[in-house]
């Protein structure tokens, strides 16, 4: 149901992916596996809303947390003390990495996110 995406919804924004500038400071170790509970609840469920437009929401939210997971991948992060991940930036190539592609990927898809979120809030 469109409460239940909101609920889960709900918890991506627990886990401040908006707010979060992945290539700035450092965040929970456990986001990438919240994400991909959500995705997996929720790309099993085909065609489970009657309204297209909330069944196309859920898509571009699921295509967006997908797209996010492949930068809080150990190609882009490392561990840090206290269950925390922090972006890659010990080399020369791992700054412009970071600097030409994590920096403005990640930012985009925040804000896609947030987007797609506020328009599936406002849906009545």
């Known amino acids: 149901t469109r409460q239940n995406l909101r609920k889960d919804c709900d918890a991506v924004q627990k886990f401040y992916i908006i707010e979060t500038d992945f290539s700035a400071e450092p965040f929970d170790i456990n986001l990438a596996d919240e994400i991909c509970s959500i995705l997996g609840k929720w790309s099993k469920k085909k065609y489970s809303f009657r309204q297209q437009n909330i069944e196309n929401l859920k898509n571009k939210i699921c295509q967006c947390l997908g797209e996010l997971c492949q930068y809080l991948s150990p190609v882009y992060m490392h561990y ?3 269950g ?10 791992e700054g412009d990495h970071l600097r030409d592609e994590l920096a403005p990927q990640t930012y985009r898809i925040r804000q896609n996110i947030g987007n797609l979120l506020e328009e599936l809030y406002n849906i009545k």
């Open 80 to 82: 840090i003390e206290n």
């Open 84 to 93: 925390r991940l922090m972006f890659n930036n010990s080399s020369i190539e």
